[in-house]
């Protein structure tokens, strides 16, 4: 160091290069720091409301010497292994673990639908409705191939015609002037169904058919189909996509007449068997395919042997687990009286049914308006400046405080458009409206951060815009867009404010049956709880409904991740 | 009907014939620009050979294979197709081109050199709008093909661009396979018949179909710098166009590859019109029947025969730049 400085003093600029250093030294400790120590203030915290709500420490220390060396002790090992001997092993670890928890977490939210919101035939209609339209669209594009503006209109109108038909209106409404509230006008009109939608057609043909077997044709169909042409595509050689399919929904099938057995109803494993066996097989063929990282596979297989090992032996010893706030039971009861029988059902499904109605809002209107303002909005001129002023605004919208979201959909939707308050088409439409910014936001990152070059080559082969935009632009910014929107949804499902404002619950005893039910939300259910009086609500329930949160934040959030890695690893 | 204005009327092959005497459809105009379009020649620079060459070239394209565009006759291979008349292009204030005025011959190898920031690139743009899409960029002056004038308001960027396809300098395959990427011109044309037949076509004229015959869902993105570039010039002539704008298209590559895309260049000229920016004198000599030299400024300083602008220049400062004292 002294020789370094007494060597650079001969130099001009030798007395300015020692204090630049230590100025650097100070910088770089001064930021470590601070890293350090946000990064321990929410471990402890995390830490903290974890043995609030798990309470490990209840448990026989017997039972987790137990645990220890059936499950963490070899997982530990496993991963060691991997990571100093076979990286790719250790992703496929990883991966073959992360992929089957999130499908099935995924698959929970369907059942929990299912249960709640639809039956099969609704969901079956609803699938029926959109490939009839599918087919409409395709049969006017071939015969009217021309005719652009036409075929807007039937693009639009023959999804909606088709899950909707033509519904009888019952329609009484006063409006009036929000100044002087004198009655401007009153509709009272009533029309007949005119058309009834494709759903409506088929449902009493359906009666006769079992749920499950409408599952798997509307569902795992579907779903195994996009897996065969992906499994065909990664093949290159375009073959296998009826394997695929044919070997999933056999398998799915004959899962569904084993399932009883094991005391799961048919239709809930089809869906769980769709989201989270199809889904991992794929995954699986792959890695066998390309045979890097196959000893990855071990690792699920040995954690899974390692949980039956675990209980059985515990369950042989008699060791009492951890008397944990949280369990199958907190997540499937709704709120009591009494801690020990509360649960967070009801706001769990309310918040799965607000984070529908956000997707269906946000996506398609967040998406659109990221592609237009980088790809279609004017960049010079009067117009131009104007575009600059929106954008900016949107910036601004991003960080305007949830609570005047809230206000904002209490006057927009409750006063103005004078739907219920409390009910969760509202409160999915205040809270996408809070996070619509943020998603237009991040779709316009990741939409700009297609190269240039790509869009030049487009163009100069003679494509228009929209083609461009299509087919080059949208498939290489998806996963940057699907990324920002599910972060966005992240914040999305932990908003309380706007929840407050709209008049959303504290607490309901049954979860809502569709959009228009009242409803609580987890976050609502939460601050609800850590107003009771009986600590128990206060430190246990409420820890226990944190972690309820933070574990579905977790698997978004690890959802985005996945995405975003398979899609950077194909590049 | 806008949309028509570039819109071959012998698109497809099974058309050619009969699109024969239509598809060209303007020799009354042709002719009638031949002395104009020789008085751009020689104001920019005397052209001595041209007669002689021109018999030359008859003879040695008797025959052109060109399928689509009809009407490739000896005699019209001299023809001029594409030409530019008093072109300015300014980049906001700064003005990137100087009344710029040259004819480009049909079925030849045009070079296209000058030094760095020359304004090269913003040239070639020209020939098929694509400085549109700079939002800066305004361009003054004609560019005619076919007797239109490119700039004019009624006409669509998109489908002269169907007609005039460009390779750029860095390789830039969509990341999607092989196969969608030389289809994907004629796909944006829903022109899909012999779909198989016509990637194959092009591949092969862009002599990458030994090296990707069977590997057509392969990803772009696993071939080489030089086999991607090939994959780029298949791309732009599956739609067949009339010309092909070539910006720098070897300077990503090592000499192997290079010398493949020359051969490809040279290849190509025979059914298509190149033109062609390079950095590479030797380059330009090798491949190119016409050369015109930019020099600093945007200025189009000489304009004529490879070997004439080679040998004996007119100008003492494209000789200079030419035998490496400037530049
Ligand atoms: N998109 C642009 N915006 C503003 N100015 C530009 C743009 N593109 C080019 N220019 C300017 O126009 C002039 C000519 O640029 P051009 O790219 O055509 O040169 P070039 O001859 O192709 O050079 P090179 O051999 O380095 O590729 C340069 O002065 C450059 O600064
Ligand atoms: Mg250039």
Redesign the interface.
């Known amino acids: 160091m002294a020789q370094e400085q007494s060597a650079g003093s001969g130099q001009g600029f030798a007395g300015d290069s020692g204090v630049s250093r230590i100025r650097g030294r100070v910088f770089e400790w001064l930021t470590l720091g601070a890293t350090v120590f946000g990064l321990v203030m929410v471990t402890a915290l995390l830490a903290y409301v974890f043995n609030d709500a798990i309470r490990p420490f209840s448990a026989d220390p017997l039972w987790h010497l137990v645990y220890a060396t059936t499950v963490v002790l070899p997982a530990l090992v496993l991963l060691a292994t991997y990571y100093t001997s076979d990286e790719p092993a250790g992703e496929v670890a990883i991966a073959s673990t992360g992929i089957p928890i999130v499908g099935l977490v995924a698959g929970s939210g369907l059942v929990v639908l299912f249960i709640e919101l639809l039956t099969p035939a609704d969901w079956f209609g609803l699938v029926v409705g959109l490939v009839c339209a599918a087919a409409v669209v395709r049969l006017h594009q071939l015969t009217r191939p021309n005719a652009a503006v036409e075929r807007l209109f039937v693009i639009v109108l023959a999804p909606l015609l088709a899950i909707t038909g033509i519904p009888a209106m019952n329609i009484q409404r006063t409006f009036s002037s929000p100044l002087t509230t004198t009655e401007i006008v009153t509709i009272d009109a009533a029309t007949p169904s005119l058309l009834p939608s494709v759903g409506d057609v088929l449902r009493p043909l359906l009666t006769a058919v079992p749920g499950w077997v409408l599952l798997v044709a509307a569902v795992t169909l579907p779903v195994a189909t996009l897996f065969g042409r992906q499994v065909a595509a990664r093949r290159g050689d375009g073959r296998g996509v009826r394997e695929v399919v044919v070997g999933s929904v056999g398998l799915v099938a004959v899962g569904s007449l084993v399932a009883p057995l094991f005391g799961l109803a048919p239709q809930h494993w089809v869906l769980l068997a769709t989201t989270a066996v199809l889904p991992t097989g794929v995954y699986l063929e792959g890695v066998v395919r390309r045979r890097t990282g196959v000893l990855g596979v071990a690792f699920p297989i040995v954690l899974g042997a390692g949980l039956v090992l675990g209980t059985a032996l515990t369950n042989a010893f008699g060791l009492a687990g951890p008397s944990s706030w949280i369990g199958w039971d907190f997540l499937t009861s709704p709120t009591s009286i009494t801690p020990e029988d509360a649960g967070i059902y009801p706001p769990l499904v309310g918040s799965v049914l607000m984070l529908v109605v956000i997707i269906t809002l946000v996506f398609p209107i967040g998406v659109g308006a990221a592609i237009y303002l980088e790809e279609y909005a004017p960049k010079t001129g009067a117009r131009g400046r104007l575009v600059e002023l929106i954008e900016i605004n949107i910036g601004n919208l991003a960080g305007v405080p949830s609570v005047v979201y809230g206000l904002l959909g209490l006057g927009l939707f409750v006063k103005g458009i004078g739907l219920d308050s409390g009910i969760v088409i509202v409160g999915g439409l205040t809270v996408g409206l809070l996070i619509l910014p943020i998603v237009i936001i991040s779709a316009q990152e990741a939409v700009r951060a297609v190269p240039d070059s790509l869009r030049r080559a487009s163009y100069g082969m003679g494509a228009t815009k929209w083609q461009t935009t299509r087919n080059v632009v949208l498939p290489r910014a998806l996963p940057g867009i699907l990324t920002g929107t599910i972060l966005a949804l992240g914040r999305a499902i932990g908003e309380t404010a706007p929840l407050l404002m709209i008049g959303a619950a504290a607490s309901v005893r049954l979860a809502p049956n569709g959009f228009f039910d009242k409803f609580s939300a987890m976050p609502r259910q939460i601050f609800a709880w850590s107003s009771e009086f009986d600590p128990d609500f206060r430190f246990g329930v409420l820890a226990a409904g944190v972690v309820t949160l933070l574990l579905v934040l977790l698997l978004m959030n690890g959802t985005a991740i996945l995405i975003r890695n398979r899609y950077q690893r194909s590049d | 009907m806008v949309e028509n204005d570039f819109d071959r009327p012998g698109a497809s092959p099974e058309n050619a014939s009969t699109a024969h005497s239509t598809a060209r459809g303007l020799d009354a105009e042709t002719a009638a620009e031949q002395p104009t379009a020789a008085a751009v020649e020689s104001s920019v620079a005397e052209t001595p050979t041209t007669e002689s060459n021109a018999g030359d070239s008859s003879a040695s394209h008797p025959s052109s294979e060109r399928q689509s565009a009809g009407g490739s006759t000896a005699a019209e291979s001299t023809n001029g197709i594409i030409s530019a008349r008093d072109l300015d292009v300014y980049y906001g204030d700064e003005r990137a081109l100087r009344d710029v005025s040259i004819e480009i011959r049909s079925e030849r190898v045009t070079a296209i050199i000058g030094p760095s920031g020359c304004g090269k690139s913003t040239f070639l743009r020209c020939f098929?709008r694509?400085n549109d899409?700079i939002?800066?960029a305004r361009v003054d002056g004609r560019v005619e093909f076919e007797g239109t004038n490119i700039y004019d308001d009624d006409v669509d960027p998109?489908?002269?661009?169907?007609?005039i396809?460009?390779v750029?300098q860095?390789p830039?395959?969509?990341?999607k396979?092989i196969f969608d990427n030389v289809a994907?011109?004629l796909r944006?044309?829903?022109d899909t018949e012999n779909l198989d037949e016509r990637v194959e076509r092009a591949l092969k004229r862009a002599a990458l179909w030994d090296e990707v015959e069977g590997?057509l869902?392969?990803?772009a993105?696993d071939l080489s710098g030089g086999q991607q570039q090939r994959l780029?010039t298949a791309?732009?002539i599956a739609?067949d166009p009339d010309i092909i704008l070539m910006d720098e298209p070897a300077s990503a590559l090592d000499p192997i590859a290079t010398s493949k895309i020359e051969d490809l260049i040279e290849e190509l000229a025979e059914d298509y019109t190149v033109v062609i920016v390079t950095h590479n004198m030797q380059q330009a000599a090798r491949i190119s029947d016409r050369t015109a030299v930019f020099l600093t400024g945007g200025e189009l300083v000489e304009y004529g025969d490879t070997d004439q602008i080679f040998e004996n220049p007119e100008s003492d400062r494209v000789e200079d730049y030419i035998t490496g004292k400037f530049g």
């Open positions: 098929n694509m899409l939002q800066s998109v489908a002269l661009r169907r007609r396809g460009m750029f860095q830039n395959p969509f990341p396979s994907y011109g944006t044309q829903d590997d869902d392969k990803s993105l780029c791309r732009a739609v």
